[in-house]
């Protein structure tokens, strides 16, 4: 960040009482995020601004006056001192005020030499519209990149190029050559394509849908979707967020941002190129990393967010979230007057993974009084074809008041004797009283178009279908099921994790040295034995005489295979031979696979003979673990069914490293293997938890060496006793040889184990600083619970009555880009205790954060929060932080002395003269 961005942020202090808290410390005033001036600026230029009817300029120029916006409308284009009665400058530089956005709608060619008037002008942001850039090939590229150094030496953040624009309608800004303008609602929209954003403002527009926010990234050259998320998570004025993604740049800061809102709002994501053609498509207008979409299944998965797969779905689900309603469940219950309706809509439930809500004897009852005996007697609740709107809302109102039923479905089938307008006026006000979700489907057109605009413009979500209301509940159902998922704690890893790095570095340093980039089998197995991964006992021949030697060592029966630099396949040359008995045999099987791979591969180098013990199992499962690195979010681990029929199977699963028992046992059981790992007939199950274990060590490699690109484990033998690696391939990337700090290899930041260390106490007791890890929730759950009135008071400005699984996975999930929470543990006779915690948490201007610090009352007064404080402070200067501050009690008369010795500086608190804002300049 350059300076005048640090000067102008700095100039720029404001509190917003509306705008959303950092989660764990409530009451902290807030600091401007960096994209205020784009998505909520106070003046506007228009450079190109138009008088030509069509042209770009002119569009522009129109929707910007039309919208309604409160501030200051420049016009700056050279060939004119005036337009339609408005002052028009020749530049940036020369408009009589500075202005927070610059809205360009000149040729490609023009725009370096505009985007140095801004930084000259003091511009902070500018929407690029024009087209011409990386998507046009390399010469665009190169004017794109041009463009981009220069916003970054003038410190101008740019949306766009190749863009629709923007729209706040909350602030009457239409900074865009959208058609149709929309009104102003609590649901924002961020799209790499303009056409997905222009074609879902109109239809927002035509069923009175209103929108927080409309971005459209265009190339994303500089502002990216994890800017626009980071800044909607602190918006008021969002409540959900619907994404159209054709690629993403950056991997890792995408994943963190999405992780982050997904926590605190509905996410609906519409990700394009599912297959091949797609994604060409998608990379030719975009340029970004389209990557496998397995991998990307998994990073929504991991970060709790829905997905949907046609805008069709992605205009359903807005529909749904429209209503602010959200469902605590996922049991839907359906009012109809169609029976065929009724069971569509009621397929649609299974086929979504949803339930059907089972009906109450007390609303059956009810029911009962109201609806002729003939009715369904369940769910779907039939009401019949003459029902007229006051059968159809009072049987809605009796369902919408079971406690068995998460969300009402109504579905009208057009008849000769009740109209869709008199049931209308049934529903409507049942809708509107009923606090969960209410969704209505009207069957047909011509007879019920007017009705479902009225039902519309109610705020009522109306469909054209039960099957399109049904998928539109599963993304609500499927949000909320997701957010459930992420708070369960994963239990500790029960095997220890100890492992030979050097090794693993010496296997690669010979690799490279050698100008290869596969290892070759014994490096492989060697490398998944310096992490623990069970492998045969093997050893490598090189004459007739060494295999039979290693044979008898190893003990019958064995397993021989080629060893060779240049096949990858064995099997494909004839070169494993199994279920080898005796000496004999040995002999002739080494000459005969040596023969037989040096007549149909004359060209490959035959390095040996790998003799390896012969690992049959009676009840073994054969597995498959893989590793792949995706071009946009780097490793990810598959698993799945392996042996040489993996490639028909096509049974796998993919997750992101690093992984934690729950995460590993959620990809396995994404798989059909999963099935095949319980008892069946007389097979006894598999051991799953050496599975798990085995699972997690690949993760462990992943994570410590940035240089494993590939890895095939094909197949992972598992049975009853625990689980071996009988062959293993491994692809290695010389030019990522180190690991870095931030482990920048991945697309999420692991447990970083560097943190941890010892510090002795005043009182001689030794205790263990560490970062907090989700493992720790049970630690974390039974420190809050033990701590004083007084202590929950000083953390927390409350007395915090009751310990919630969501307060609890807030304070161990972490994101460690973009948070650190520090534990000090003692040891106790029965395990390991917390008793201390510090954290901090980035404001929404990422380079300051917010910090906290609690002690356990029987660990005060020993030095303790000195060591931790301190230990923090390192860590969020090293993380690129600037400003540290808190908020402590006036009364804490301890810790404002130690702040003070620690050069926090007091300043009057935000909202009571009994809290003191604390502030540090690191």
């Known amino acids: 960040m350059g300076t005048k961005t640090r000067n102008r942020l700095a100039a720029n202090r404001f509190r917003v009482p509306d705008a959303a808290a950092v989660p764990s410390a409530p009451g902290i005033s807030k600091l401007i995020h960096p994209l205020h001036p784009l998505l909520s600026p106070a003046s506007v230029a228009v450079v190109g601004a138009s008088e030509r009817p069509g042209s770009l300029g002119q569009v522009v120029l129109a929707n910007l006056r039309e919208g309604g916006f409160l501030g200051p409308i420049h016009l700056v284009n050279p060939k004119h001192a005036e337009l339609a009665g408005s002052p028009c400058y020749p530049s940036l530089e020369a408009l009589p005020e500075p202005v927070d956005l610059a809205v360009i709608t000149a040729p490609a060619a023009a725009i370096p030499a505009i985007i140095e008037q801004a930084g000259r002008a003091g511009v902070p942001a500018a929407i690029v519209l024009s087209a011409g850039f990386g998507e046009t090939g390399e010469a665009g590229k190169a004017l794109e990149a041009r463009v981009l150094a220069i916003a970054r030496e003038a410190d101008v953040r740019i949306l766009g190029p190749n863009c629709v624009g923007m729209l706040r309608p909350s602030i009457g800004l239409n900074a865009s050559f959208a058609r149709t303008a929309c009104e102003a609602g609590s649901i924002a929209l961020v799209s790499q394509s303009g056409a997905i954003c222009t074609a879902l403002v109109d239809w927002a527009a ?57 926590r605190a709002k509905p996410v609906i994501v519409l990700k394009v190129g599912r297959y091949a053609s797609g994604s060409q498509a998608a990379r030719s207008h975009t340029g ?177 279908s039960g099957e399109v209301a049904v998928q539109a509940f599963a993304a609500l159902a499927t949000h909320v099921k997701n957010q459930k998922l992420l708070l369960e704690s994963p239990p500790p890893r029960s095997t220890p994790t100890e492992h030979d790095i050097a090794r693993a570095e010496e296997i690669f340093r010979v690799a490279v040295e050698e100008g290869r980039s596969l290892l070759n089998e014994v490096e492989a197995k060697s490398l998944l034995a310096a992490f623990g991964v069970p492998v045969p006992p093997f050893t490598v021949a090189t004459t007739r005489e060494e295999a039979v030697r290693a044979a008898e060592t190893i003990g019958y029966p064995v397993v021989m295979k080629i060893l060779s630099p240049d096949i990858s396949h064995k099997s494909d040359v004839h070169g494993v031979r199994l279920d080898v008995r005796d000496a004999e045999a040995v002999g002739q099987q080494f000459d005969d696979i040596v023969a037989t791979v040096g007549r149909l591969r004359p060209d490959a180098k035959i390095a040996g003979v790998l003799v390896q013990s012969m690992v049959s199992r009676r009840d073994g499962r054969e597995l498959m673990l893989g590793v792949m690195t ?73 994570c410590a060496l940035p240089w494993v690109a590939e890895m095939d484990i094909n197949p992972l033998l598992l049975d009853p006793t625990g689980a071996v690696a009988l062959d ?177 500086e007091p300043f009057p608190g935000p909202d009571a003269p009994s809290l003191v804002d604390v502030v540090k300049v690191l």
């Open 206 to 262: 035509s069923t009175k849908v209103g929108l927080s926010s409309v971005v459209s990234l265009g190339a994303a050259a500089d502002v990216d979707f994890g800017d626009v998320l980071d800044y909607l998570l602190f918006d008021p004025k969002t409540e959900s967020v619907l994404l159209y993604v054709e690629g993403v740049h950056h991997g890792r800061t995408f994943i963190s941002s999405l992780r982050a809102i997904a």
């Open 288 to 464: 970004a990393l389209v990557g496998n979409d397995a991998v990307f299944d998994a990073v929504l998965a991991r970060c709790g967010v829905v997905r949907v797969h046609s805008a069709q779905d992605l205009f359903a689900a807005a529909r749904a979230l429209s209503s602010r309603r959200k469902p605590h469940g996922d049991r839907l219950a359906i009012v109809t007057n169609g029976g065929g309706p009724g069971v569509l809509a009621a397929d649609a439930v299974s086929s979504e993974d949803l339930r059907l809500a089972t009906l109450s004897p007390q609303t059956l009852e009810k029911l009962d009084g109201i609806l002729p005996r003939h009715w369904s007697h369940g769910n779907p609740v039939d009401v019949i074809g003459d029902a007229d709107g006051e059968r159809f809302g009072g049987a809605a109102r009796i369902v919408a008041e079971d406690p068995n039923v998460d969300a009402v479905l109504s579905v009208f089938c057009p008849t000769g004797i009740a109209s869709a307008e008199s049931v209308a006026d049934g529903v409507i006000p049942i809708a509107k009283e009923c606090s969960k979700p209410f969704l209505t489907a009207w069957l047909g057109e011509s007879g019920v178009v007017a009705t479902r605009r009225r039902v519309e413009g109610a705020g009522i979500p109306a469909y054209r």
């Open 630 to 702: 995706d071009p946009a979010f780097g490793p990810a681990i598959s698993f799945g069914s392996g042996g040489v029929a993996v490639e028909l199977l096509r049974d796998n699963a993919v997750g992101l490293p690093p992984l934690n028992v729950r995460l590993a046992g959620d990809l396995v059981d994404r798989t059909r293997a999963a099935r095949l790992l319980g008892a069946y007939r007389n097979v006894p199950a598999a051991n799953r938890d050496a599975l798990i274990d085995v699972l997690l060590r690949v993760s462990d490699i992943v």
């Open 728 to 904: 293993a391939r491994v692809v290695i990337d010389p030019a990522r040889h180190h690991l870095d700090s931030r482990y920048s290899h991945l697309a999420i930041h692991p447990y970083p184990e560097a943190l941890e260390a010892l510090e002795r106490l005043r009182d001689g007791s030794e205790v263990t600083i560490r970062p907090i890890r989700p493992e720790d929730a049970a630690m974390e759950t039974e420190f809050i619970t033990e701590l004083s009135d007084e202590s929950r008071y000083l953390r927390f400005l409350s007395i915090v009555r009751h310990v919630t699984p969501e307060m609890v996975a807030r304070f161990t999930q972490i994101d460690y880009d973009r948070e650190m929470a520090l534990i000090a543990t003692r040891k106790e006779p029965d395990g390991e205790s917390i008793i201390s915690v510090a954290r901090y948490v980035r404001d929404p201007n990422p380079v300051s954060a917010e910090f906290a610090i609690v002690i356990a009352d029987r660990a005060q007064r020993k030095g303790l929060a000195s060591k931790l404080i301190g230990r923090l402070m390192t860590h969020a200067r090293f993380a690129g932080i600037e400003r540290l501050r808190g908020l402590i009690l006036a009364s804490n008369d301890s810790m404002r002395e130690l702040l003070d010795r620690l050069g926090f």
